[in-house]
Structures are given as structure tokens and as C-alpha cells.
């Protein structure tokens, strides 16, 4: 778990950071970064969340909790998805798959916990 809030922490400052540092004439690409830096901030409360309920050992409310957050992050490739092919945007992509894998890991054990 505290792999996953890791790496939503630094993918969203990546994201922020080349948010601002786009000229304010390219609204459109700011747009979509603060759209991301918005849902990984939501992720990342879906994560605290899924710890309280790990730490409680109620495995059914982790997987809730852990979905969400993958579907804040996947809110966040459909945003990506509408920019401009650059290394940035491939970067932003595969960092939000790998937070995806590292959700599907805690998934996983959630799984084995629980039967």
C-alpha cells in the first residue's frame, strides 16, 4: 500500500510540475495536467482510506477503496490521452500503468486474504 501512495505522490508532482511550468497560452494542456493532478489527489485519498480499512483487516472495503483510486487514475489517462503525442505524455502514461500494477498487487493479496 504505502508503494502505491508513493508512487500516486510522485507521479502527481511530475504532473503538477510540468503544469506550471507550461505557458499559460497552452490552456487547453494545462487544463487536462490540473484535471490529472486533481484525480491523483483523489487517488491518493482513495489509498488512505483502503490503509485504515488494511490496517482494520477488512479486505472487501481495501479493494473498494483501491478500484477507486484506479479509477481516478484511469480518469486521469482519458485526460492525457486527448493531448499531443510527446515523451511527457508517454511518461505520464506508463508511470499511471504502473500505479495501476501496483493496485492490482494489493488487489491480489486482498484476494488471498480474503478466501
Not at 500516486?8 to 497552452?26: C, E, F, L, Q
Not at 515523451?87 to 493496485?103: A, H, I, M, R, T
Request: hydrophobic content about 35%; glycine content about 2%; aromatic content about 6%.
Amino acid at each position: 500500500m504505502s508503494m502505491a501512495q508513493s508512487h500516486a505522490n510522485k507521479t502527481a508532482k511530475v504532473i503538477w510540475d510540468h503544469y506550471n511550468g507550461k505557458p499559460s497560452r497552452k490552456n487547453e494542456i494545462r487544463l487536462r495536467y490540473n484535471r490529472c493532478v486533481v484525480k491523483y489527489a483523489d487517488a491518493m485519498k482513495q489509498l488512505k482510506e483502503a490503509k485504515k480499512f488494511m490496517l482494520a483487516g477488512e479486505m472487501k472495503s481495501v479493494k473498494h477503496y483501491t478500484l477507486l483510486a484506479v479509477d481516478r487514475v484511469d480518469s486521469c489517462d482519458s485526460e492525457l490521452m486527448k493531448l499531443p503525442e510527446t515523451n511527457n505524455k508517454k511518461k505520464f502514461l506508463q508511470s499511471n500503468k504502473e500505479f495501476k500494477d501496483l493496485c492490482d498487487i494489493i488487489m491480489g493479496i486482498c484476494n488471498k486474504v480474503s478466501s
